[in-house]
């Protein structure tokens, strides 16, 4: 497995991660077997994964318990992202919302550390920004942490640029974390200049699309009600047919490559920076081996042009979230 620098701190990981959500739920009613989970995380440890990304909200907090059981044993050889920043009672914040006060964060990481069986996290991202605390005192937070030894790394998530540059200048931002793929390009605007520029890591979350890119979703896909998908605007019955002419113009790629759907998709963003490390996420090994094997997917010119074309060519119909999380991203 091709290893990749995030960031100009020194941290190296795998070209392509492993994001663990869908492990506690997210896209179905039902959570699969911790066993099975724990099964696919060592596997991709066997196939070169060094990167393993979680949250204390996913589950809440079984996601990085599944995480620290799974990598207990190959603790000194992979690279663990965790998450704070929503509110917890067991990190002295009324339950529900946002909250990256200093006193929780140092609650959080505690926590954090016990469930992944760890003395140290790699690296510790801001899960989303908090309004209602400076993002230098969050900053300040994590530098505290990073004396300790508690944190290796400081990340940022679905941040805007005015946000992490105050936060770069008190604590290095290691790598940012925001959706990027061919089904959402925004980060090309101003993400990723002021990224090259400060030399910060990028890792795309939802690289395939949340599944739409792996040529699986049809226009007669039904998402059930524990699925995240059933409630975004993008994957709603007539964005879902119209969003679909992507998919058709990237199969014409694949086709040509010998290459499924979806490692088109993650090759492209492997090709777009050498500091990129896309995170898809998946139950299935089989999966898994197929989105690994996108390291293996050379795209030329012509490739890249053809589906820059095509992913501008097709306007993308719906929102990626519903108005109330939309709220939560910084610009």
């Given at each position: 497995?091709?290893?990749?620098?995030?960031?100009?701190?020194?941290?190296?990981?795998?070209?392509?991660?492993?994001?663990?959500?869908?492990?506690?739920?997210?896209?179905?009613?039902?959570?699969?077997?911790?066993?099975?989970?724990?099964?696919?995380?060592?596997?991709?440890?066997?196939?070169?994964?060094?990167?393993?990304?979680?949250?204390?909200?996913?589950?809440?907090?079984?996601?990085?318990?599944?995480?620290?059981?799974?990598?207990?044993?190959?603790?000194?050889?992979?690279?663990?992202?965790?998450?704070?920043?929503?509110?917890?009672?067991?990190?002295?914040?009324?339950?529900?919302?946002?909250?990256?006060?200093?006193?929780?964060?140092?609650?959080?990481?505690?926590?954090?550390?016990?469930?992944?069986?760890?003395?140290?996290?790699?690296?510790?991202?801001?899960?989303?920004?908090?309004?209602?605390?400076?993002?230098?005192?969050?900053?300040g937070a994590v530098k505290e942490l990073v004396a300790a030894g508690k944190v290796r790394?400081?990340?940022?998530?679905?941040?805007?640029?005015?946000?992490?540059?105050?936060?770069?200048?008190?604590?290095?931002?290691?790598?940012?974390?925001?959706?990027?793929?061919?089904?959402?390009?925004?980060p090309e605007d101003e993400i990723l200049p002021a990224l090259e520029e400060l030399?910060?890591?990028?890792?795309?979350?939802?690289?395939?699309?949340?599944?739409?890119?792996?040529?699986?979703?049809?226009?007669?896909?039904?998402?059930?009600?524990?699925?995240?998908?059933?409630?975004?605007?993008?994957?709603?019955?007539?964005?879902?047919?119209?969003?679909?002419?992507?998919?058709?113009?990237?199969?014409?790629?694949?086709?040509?490559?010998?290459?499924?759907?979806?490692?088109?998709?993650?090759?492209?963003?492997?090709?777009?920076?050498?500091?990129?490390?896309?995170?898809?996420?998946?139950?299935?090994?089989?999966?898994?081996?197929?989105?690994?094997?996108?390291?293996?997917?050379?795209?030329?010119?012509?490739?890249?042009?053809?589906?820059?074309?095509?992913?501008?060519?097709?306007?993308?119909?719906?929102?990626?979230?519903?108005?109330?999380?939309?709220?939560?991203?910084?610009?």
């Amino acid at each position: 497995m091709e290893h990749r620098a995030l960031g100009n701190n020194g941290l190296a990981v795998s070209a392509i991660g492993l994001g663990c959500m869908s492990l506690t739920g997210a896209y179905d009613t039902a959570s699969p077997d911790r066993a099975d989970s724990i099964a696919v995380i060592r596997r991709a440890v066997e196939l070169g994964v060094t990167f393993f990304d979680t949250a204390e909200v996913y589950g809440p907090f079984a996601n990085e318990d599944i995480v620290g059981e799974a990598l207990e044993p190959h603790r000194d050889d992979v690279v663990i992202a965790t998450k704070f920043g929503f509110a917890f009672e067991e990190n002295g914040v009324p339950p529900g919302g946002l909250s990256s006060d200093p006193a929780s964060i140092r609650r959080a990481v505690d926590g954090s550390l016990r469930r992944l069986r760890t003395d140290h996290i790699d690296l510790y991202y801001q899960h989303r920004v908090d309004p209602d605390v400076p993002i230098e005192d969050v900053a300040g937070a994590v530098k505290e942490l990073v004396a300790a030894g508690k944190v290796r790394h400081f990340g940022m998530s679905e941040a805007g640029v005015g946000t992490i540059r105050r936060a770069h200048a008190v604590q290095p931002v290691t790598a940012l974390q925001s959706e990027y793929s061919l089904f959402w390009r925004e980060p090309e605007d101003e993400i990723l200049p002021a990224l090259e520029e400060l030399g910060i890591g990028f890792v795309p979350f939802s690289p395939l699309g949340r599944g739409f890119l792996t040529g699986q979703v049809t226009a007669a896909t039904r998402f059930g009600e524990g699925d995240i998908r059933s409630s975004l605007p993008r994957f709603e019955r007539e964005a879902l047919e119209a969003n679909l002419a992507l998919v058709d113009l990237i199969t014409t790629v694949a086709a040509r490559k010998s290459a499924a759907v979806g490692q088109v998709a993650l090759a492209w963003l492997l090709a777009q920076q050498p500091w990129i490390v896309p995170i898809p996420g998946t139950r299935r090994e089989e999966r898994l081996q197929e989105n690994l094997r996108a390291v293996d997917v050379t795209l030329d010119d012509r490739d890249l042009a053809e589906l820059d074309s095509a992913s501008r060519e097709v306007k993308v119909v719906g929102d990626r979230y519903p108005e109330a999380m939309q709220q939560l991203i910084d610009r």
